[in-house]
């Protein structure tokens, strides 16, 4: 069985910085996915950024970027110049491929963009 | 193209009950999956459907099903009602085919029970 851990319960970050948020993940599978997924106040949930395990570069959208560390079994998102509409949980998620869209969620990070 | 529609959005019921949520996919996808959230257990995967067939099932007692219709939308029933069944209901949709993960996610359904 897989597991996602995110061990930031909550952060906090100031307009315009940039934050990490962290996730590991524990899997004896070789052909995964791993997701960042954002989900803001009272909002529906949507993808930020998809990392597949077998490419080695890291995965870019626009201020945001993965470190994924396959042999550490880590991947964390970096925000970079945080803007107020970041504030929201981000999930931290993992899939194995062909496992019929069963994805496995870490318990999230709560980050708060402040003035 | 319109996102993924769940219906209700808030519903309130008391213990022993039994409830009914919706779930509208993208069109054109033929996956639904849904999970479960709440503040102490996090997101958890309930079931996923594809083409009217239940492909995966997670760890929850019978009271929870699901079918899926052949226009790709998807019920999900829970039957006699517990206190802890108070959540947010996500739905979400993929291709289903040689997908990657990536789900589109309703604003889900938020269930209260008294």
């Known amino acids: 069985a897989q597991t996602v851990t995110q061990s930031q319960p909550e952060m906090s970050v100031q307009e315009a910085e940039t934050v990490t948020l962290s996730c590991t993940y524990d899997?004896?599978?070789?052909?995964?996915?791993l997701f960042w997924y954002k989900q803001p106040p009272s909002r529906q949930m949507i993808l930020v950024i998809r990392?597949?395990?077998?490419?080695?570069q890291n995965a870019t959208e626009n201020r945001f970027s993965v470190n994924f560390q396959k042999a550490a079994k880590s991947f964390s998102l970096k925000i970079s110049d945080s803007q107020l509409g970041d504030t929201a949980m981000y999930f931290c998620a993992f899939y194995v491929t062909g496992t019929a869209s069963k994805l496995t969620f870490g318990t999230g990070t709560r980050l708060q963009v402040t003035l | 193209k319109a996102g993924v529609t769940q219906t209700p959005r808030y519903l309130i019921k008391t213990r022993g009950q039994q409830v009914t949520l919706s779930c509208s996919p993208i069109?054109?996808?033929?996956?639904v999956s849904w999970y479960q959230q709440t503040p102490g257990q996090g997101l958890q995967f309930l079931f996923e459907y594809f083409s009217e067939t239940q492909r995966n099932k997670g760890n929850f007692p019978g009271r929870f099903s699901g079918r899926q219709f052949s226009n790709s939308r998807s019920e999900m029933n829970v039957s006699t009602l517990e206190l802890g069944d108070s959540a947010l209901y996500l739905c979400?949709?993929?291709?289903?085919?040689?997908?990657?993960?990536?789900?589109?996610f309703g604003e889900g359904s938020r269930l209260t029970v008294l």
């Open positions: 990392q597949e395990a077998y490419k080695q």
């Open positions: 979400a949709s993929s291709s289903g085919q040689g997908s990657s993960g990536e789900l589109f």
């Open positions: 899997t004896s599978e070789s052909n995964y996915y």
């Open positions: 069109s054109g996808h033929r996956s």
